[in-house]
């Protein structure tokens, strides 16, 4: 059974903190991605990586970066939390079987 | 640019009716079409997917089809059951595993009682 897990099901940040989201998948996909899901808006592109160290920009870059040491792994980090940064963040992972989605992070920066 | 559009923002059917979702794409390049369906505070999950190398696809009570010339695909659930009630995406991609996902905004489905 394919398994992609982030790290937190629910978060709460303060304006101005820095934020690391964790995703971990055991499926040996070189592919990795991070999405934001807010109502009414879909899901949007954040940053993807295709191979360990490798990353590519999304279709809303802004204020985020990530980091991908090791295939498994593929970590969103917020710089400076903004509460227009408030959303549901999903990770997910792709091969040749599929892409699959972790179970999502709900953040609230305050 | 939306490149992947669903439409229809919401579709309310009977239980042990059809369901069908829309979904529209603009991108000649795309050649790979997944649905997802997501409950709130969930990760979406994997449904179905077809390639452009197919018209049709189906699983269970699940089928995909695909209008290349129209740039048009579809979902059909048969029968609709109460649990199908979530939010469903369509996304598109070119082949390949090492290219993107590209989402529509969703429609919310409700399978009424």
């Known amino acids: 059974d394919v398994k992609v897990t982030q790290s937190s099901r629910y978060l709460v940040k303060r304006t101005g903190e820095k934020v690391f989201l964790e995703c971990v998948q055991d499926?040996?996909?070189?592919?990795m991605f991070w999405y934001r899901q807010d109502p009414g808006l879909g899901l949007r592109l954040i940053y993807f990586?295709?191979?360990?160290?490798?990353?590519e920009k999304g279709d809303i870059p802004e204020g985020y970066s990530v980091s991908r040491e090791k295939k498994e792994r593929f970590s969103l980090i917020l710089e400076s939390a903004s509460t227009n940064q408030t959303s549901m963040y999903l990770c997910?992972?792709?091969?040749?079987?599929?892409?699959?989605f972790g179970q999502g992070t709900r953040l609230t920066v305050v | 640019d939306q490149q992947v559009k669903q439409n229809s923002p919401s579709l309310s059917v009977q239980e042990g009716r059809i369901s069908i979702l829309n979904c529209d794409y603009t991108?000649?390049?795309?050649?790979?079409f997944l649905w997802y369906k997501k409950y709130p505070a969930e990760g979406p999950t994997f449904l179905i997917s077809?390639?452009?190398?197919?018209d049709k696809n189906e699983d269970g009570r699940f089928t995909v089809f695909l209008n290349k010339s129209a740039k048009h695909l579809s979902l059909h659930i048969v029968p609709s059951q109460p649990g199908d009630s979530a939010v469903y995406f369509c996304?598109?991609?070119?082949?390949?595993?090492?290219?993107?996902?590209?989402f529509g905004k969703g429609t919310l489905l409700t399978v009424n009682p």
């Open positions: 499926m040996d996909h070189e592919n």
């Open positions: 996304a598109a991609s070119r082949g390949g595993s090492n290219y993107k996902l590209t």
């Open positions: 077809i390639s452009s190398i197919k």
């Open positions: 991108n000649s390049m795309f050649d790979y």
């Open positions: 997910a992972s792709r091969g040749a079987t599929g892409a699959f």
């Open positions: 990586s295709y191979d360990v160290k490798m990353k």
